[in-house]
């Protein structure tokens, strides 16, 4: 008996799970992870060291093209009331008009308007917006990992790193020697696949 | 420190004293009423030193620093026109129209992001009501004579930098300093017989201001609202106790009961603050 190798109900089974298998190459949708992503911080303190903090209420999307970077984009939204440097009366001394005024500016943003690519690194360009200023800035990006999560999902990593004077964005209150004015920023985001 | 003490003390005091001064002199000429010359040094001297701690004002202002650049102005202005007009029914409605067009701006991210439309609007009506209160009783005082004012003034802003610094907010603290080091030099202007008959001018300015640093540390930053509103009655406490006190007591004691009856409420005050303050710990600045 003659038996067909492949009809051509297989051929197509065989050709959709080729394309579902094969790295979509088209822009993908992502959203931040905000319990595996950290937007932290550092500043020096005294001129002695350096005090570390953190905001815990992170919100974001992102659009990631592999072939056409430029077609990528982020948006990133950071709740003020959430910081958190370990110390409950800090927080509120920050959140404070002597800091970042967070009940007249609550939320941070950041919007990407150009974004590259050179192997790993991504250079992610954009508009922060702190304090009620808008300030351009470039942040590097390094490409920690991707693949599939346990429960199906498909998720992307990124790490980067970039300063900012505050006195830029107006949070000029103790830059005589209490509170350094650059701010280090540690930028860490996990990235689910929508 | 030496930048902290020129920025917040002597360049205030400087402006207030060359402009009071110039003032005075052009004051000679008939259009010009040396009475006003306190106001525009005044709200002169106090913005001079708030550009020079916090530097200039975002445009449009948003917060409240930045609403002290067109505030002040504003309040000197309606002073202005209430000293012009001289007539107690025209005071009256136009401090009450500004006591009710200051909140809405001063407080619109409250509005916008935290409140409800009640709690806006009880907010908005406590805080002009505290503008009628303070405007108010720094007219009465005035009418008793321009130290008694200015030195209840003084006393307030001397004693609400500490209670604003308790309340979380170093800053306005620090500018409430500036006003303290502004309201000196007429103070001293005064008592060493600078012509201001009738510092009428002055009274919007004031209780503007004194409403704009005293709110923000109660809705922007942790002022307990007990030490606020003891801040906001104890000129109005002064007042009561001058009337109180008689027509003629003399000059001195006139002078004492003002200074002492703004002190006290504004003591227990700072006590309310230290006590909702929590002691430093290892958070050290």
Redesign the interface.
């Known amino acids: 008996m003659r038996r067909k190798f492949l009809t051509p109900a297989a051929l197509v089974v065989l050709a959709s799970a080729l394309v579902a298998s094969t790295p979509v190459l088209a822009a993908e949708s992502y959203k931040v992870d905000p319990v595996h992503s950290t937007i932290a911080f550092r500043v020096e303190h005294l001129g002695v060291s350096y005090a570390w903090g953190r905001f815990n209420a992170i919100d974001g999307k992102a659009v990631i093209d592999e072939e056409n970077p430029a077609a990528s984009s982020v948006t990133l939204e950071v709740r003020i009331d959430s910081i958190d440097t370990n110390s409950e009366k800090r927080d509120k001394h920050l959140m404070s008009p002597d800091f970042f005024d967070a009940k007249t500016f609550p939320v941070a943003r950041f919007t990407s308007t150009k974004v590259t690519r050179k192997g790993d690194t991504w250079q992610v360009t954009g508009t922060l917006e702190l304090h009620g200023v808008k300030k351009t800035l470039t942040i590097p990006f390094e490409r920690v990992g991707s693949g599939k999560d346990p429960w199906g999902g498909f998720r992307t990593g990124f790490s980067g790193r970039t300063t900012i004077k505050r006195s830029e964005f107006n949070i000029s209150w103790g830059l005589n020697g209490a509170v350094g004015d650059e701010v280090e920023l540690f930028l860490d985001f996990e990235l689910i696949r929508e | ?1 030496a ?2 003490l020129w920025s917040t003390a002597l360049l205030p005091a400087l402006v207030v004293l060359v402009l009071a001064l110039v003032a005075s002199a052009v004051g000679r000429f008939s259009w010009w009423r040396p009475a006003l010359a306190g106001g525009v040094a005044l709200v002169a001297g106090f913005l001079a030193g708030v550009l020079a701690v ?2 200039g004002p ?1 445009w449009p202002p ?4 930045s609403w002290l650049f067109v505030l002040g102005p504003g309040a000197l202005i309606v002073g202005l026109a209430c000293e012009y007009v001289g007539r107690p029914s025209f005071d009256r409605v136009a401090t009450i129209c500004w006591a009710a067009l200051v909140p809405p701006l001063l407080l619109a ?2 509005a916008r ?2 409140w409800g439309p009640w709690q806006a609007a009880a907010m908005f009506l406590a805080t002009a009501a505290a503008i009628v209160l303070l405007a108010e009783s720094l007219a009465r005082l005035e009418r008793r004579g321009p130290l008694e004012m200015l030195a209840c003034a003084f006393v307030f802003a001397l004693l609400g930098a500490p209670l604003l610094v308790l309340g ?5 603290g620090q500018l409430c300093g500036v006003l303290a080091a502004s309201l000196a030099t007429l103070v001293l202007l005064t008592i060493t017989g600078w012509p201001t008959r009738a510092p009428r001018a002055l009274v919007h300015p004031l209780a503007t201001l004194g409403a704009i640093l005293v709110g ?1 540390g109660m ?4 002022l307990p609202a007990a030490a606020a509103a003891l801040a906001i009655v104890a000129p109005a406490a002064a007042a009561a106790g001058v009337g109180i006190a008689g027509r003629r007591p003399g000059r001195v004691r006139t002078l004492a009961t003002a200074v002492l009856l703004t002190a006290v409420p504004l003591l227990i005050a700072v006590v309310l603050a230290y006590r909702a303050y ?1 002691p ?4 050290g ?1």
């Not at chain 2, 979380?168 to 306005?172: D, G, Q, R, T």
């Not at chain 2, 809705?219 to 942790?222: C, D, K, L, T």
């Not at chain 2, 430093?280 to 958070?283: E, F, M």
């Open positions: 420190m930048g902290v916090v530097g975002a948003v917060d409240a620093r991210p409250l992001h935290a979380a907010s170093a800053l306005f923000t809705f922007y930053a942790e929590e430093p710990g290892s958070y600045y």
